[in-house]
């Protein structure tokens, strides 16, 4: 009588010495997002508690509810327990959902406890394929059938990632709406940058450039990234695997990072331009994995996280002076990467500092890397644009500038031939007469051997200035070489041509070089003039003749046109 006297005095001073539950009750009512007001926490030190012992512990410290909706307890953070009030008015039970909404927790296991006895376990986490759960989803589904009057849930979560725990409680209906609204935002997320990926892919097979291959590598790994740490990608793809799933997180984050880094070096053309800081660049990526494979060998997952997530955060901010240089430097389409660099450091920073706590969780700033990424991307899309176009506006400059004479700026003899082959082909094809001028500068030897190639160069330029105000519009005008131009006249009949040539021969005999005084000696110039009536000859045919009438002229003293 006196041992259940003292034990039962023990029992009242127990219930007396430790406060009740901080908790209150889920409401039953109504769909709550973010649990963490409702719930009380215990750090689990030492062995690992069975779920009676748990409860006693909550009875003997029952800690205090989150001041935040979410639950976060840090990085690399021993076991956890967290304990649900559950209150059933009715006198039937009520079916209800506990949803964890942080795929990548390791170890989960739920307890759903009434009047001291477990009606029912959950074990669930990462370690585990997604196969082998009860409900098949990205995140932990605790479908609970709560019984009338006091229950309580009892959850276990174990993990080196960071230990958020977002979640959701509600009936079945409602959470399908809140999914259903999720899928929506995430799909399209995933069409959009996926449409953006197969385009630039497209145009990478079409144009190949190694720039549009990084940002399909870099809008891939980031899709890759996103499909991971929200849970889709083993969901989808690989549910029966858990064994990558673990590793899944820092590696796809180095992988980000490193094709974000690809592109960045690729689409500034460091490698040209830079190549210091471009092995800079690729060395510090190679330090990175050789980091991540030592982690993964030594089982050191919570700092592999932390690594990688520090290696995408400097990457970003690398970026930044970097893309600022080349601006400065003249790349004016740099200041897309800078903006999308800044954007992009902004969500992943936002993000980041979520995950790991320092900032409270809220489900923007959680997805705020999708929205910078996404702003990163059409940004960069434009910045690809804008280099094309620079680059088809440098390459058009440069033919053009092939096709010119580089002292006179007229056409050369190769772009003459491409100009005049088509007008050659109208004219037979129509039987229209077309004219072949040949002229060469006379004595233009004695002018380079008494003043000098320069003033024999301005002689030239001269001449040209003079040609093209005298051609028509339509002809095509070319120094066919040394002092020797040609001219071809389409739709010119010799009567027409013949008065052009008189007319030019009079002009380049005025011409006066912008140069010293050449002693005397006029600038003078002989004229071949040939006309094809049907145009059935070819231009080999047509220079022939020409020339052979150039000759003729050179032989009757020179400053004539020859017919």
């Not at 330090?287 to 997952?301: D, I, K, P």
């Not at 005008?477 to 071809?488: D, P, T, V």
Request: charged fraction near 15%.
């Amino acid at each position: 009588m006196r041992r259940a006297i003292r034990q039962l005095l023990v029992l009242l001073l127990i219930i007396c010495a430790a406060p009740a539950a901080a908790s209150v009750p889920l409401p039953l009512d109504q769909a709550l997002h973010g649990l963490g007001r409702y719930a009380d926490t215990l750090a689990e030190d030492g062995e690992r508690l069975t779920p009676r012992q748990a409860q006693i512990a909550f009875q003997r410290a029952p800690g205090q509810a989150a001041d935040t909706g979410v639950l976060h307890f840090g990085t690399g953070v021993g076991p956890h327990w967290i304990r649900f009030a559950l209150h059933n008015p009715s006198q039937t039970p009520v079916e209800r959902l506990l949803v964890i909404e942080n795929p990548w927790i390791d170890q989960l296991d739920a307890y759903l406890v009434h009047a001291g006895q477990v009606l029912r376990d959950w074990r669930l986490g990462d370690s585990l394929a997604f196969s082998a759960r009860e409900v098949s989803h990205r995140h932990f589904v605790l479908p609970l059938m709560i019984p009338a009057g006091d229950a309580e849930v009892l959850v276990r979560v174990e993990t080196p990632d960071p230990m958020l725990l977002p979640a959701f409680f509600g009936t079945q209906e409602q959470f399908e709406r809140y999914d259903r609204l999720n899928s929506y935002s995430y799909g399209l997320l995933y069409g959009f940058l996926l449409a953006l990926a197969l385009y630039n892919l497209v145009l990478y097979f079409q144009i190949r450039l190694r720039r549009y291959l990084a940002y399909v590598g870099f809008l891939a790994s980031f899709l890759i990234l996103n499909m991971v740490y929200t849970g889709h990608f083993f969901w989808w793809f690989w549910p029966s695997q858990a064994a990558w799933w673990q590793w899944g997180h820092p590696l796809v984050i180095g992988l980000y990072a490193s094709a974000w880094a690809a592109f960045a070096t690729t689409f500034l053309q460091l490698r040209r331009y830079m190549p210091a800081l471009y092995r800079g660049v690729v060395w510090f990526i190679g330090m990175f994995w050789f980091c991540q494979l030592a982690l993964l060998v030594l089982n050191e997952q919570a700092w592999a996280v932390i690594t990688s997530i520090l290696f995408s955060l400097l990457v970003t901010l690398l970026i930044l002076p970097v893309a600022a240089m080349s601006w400065r430097s003249g790349m004016r389409e740099a200041v897309y990467l800078i903006l999308a660099s800044i954007a992009s450091a902004i969500g992943t920073g936002i993000t980041a500092a979520t995950v790991i706590n320092w900032l409270s969780f809220d489900p923007i700033g959680f997805r705020a890397i999708e929205l910078g990424i996404s702003i990163d991307a059409v940004l960069l899309s434009f910045g690809l644009a804008q280099q094309f176009r620079h680059t088809e506006r440098r390459l058009v400059v440069a033919q053009q500038v092939a096709r010119l004479d580089p002292l006179t700026g007229l056409y050369n003899r190769r772009a003459f031939e491409e100009v005049v082959v088509p007008l050659l082909a109208r004219a037979e094809r129509f039987r229209r007469p077309v004219s072949l001028i040949l002229m060469d500068l006379d004595r233009f030897k004695s002018i380079n051997d008494r003043f000098g190639h320069h003033v024999g160069d301005a002689v030239l330029r001269a001449v040209s200035d003079t040609l093209r105000a005298t051609v028509r519009k339509g002809d095509v005008l070319a120094r066919w070489g040394g002092e020797e131009f040609i001219l071809l006249l389409p739709e010119t009949d010799q009567e027409q041509a013949l008065h052009l040539a008189e007319r030019i021969r009079v002009a380049v005999a005025s011409t006066e070089p912008d140069t010293t005084t050449l002693g005397g000696v006029a600038v003078t110039t002989s004229l071949g003039l040939f006309t094809s009536n049907s145009a059935q000859q070819s231009l080999a045919q047509l220079v022939r003749e020409a020339d052979a009438l150039l000759y003729r002229a050179k032989e009757a003293g020179r400053d004539r046109v020859c017919v």
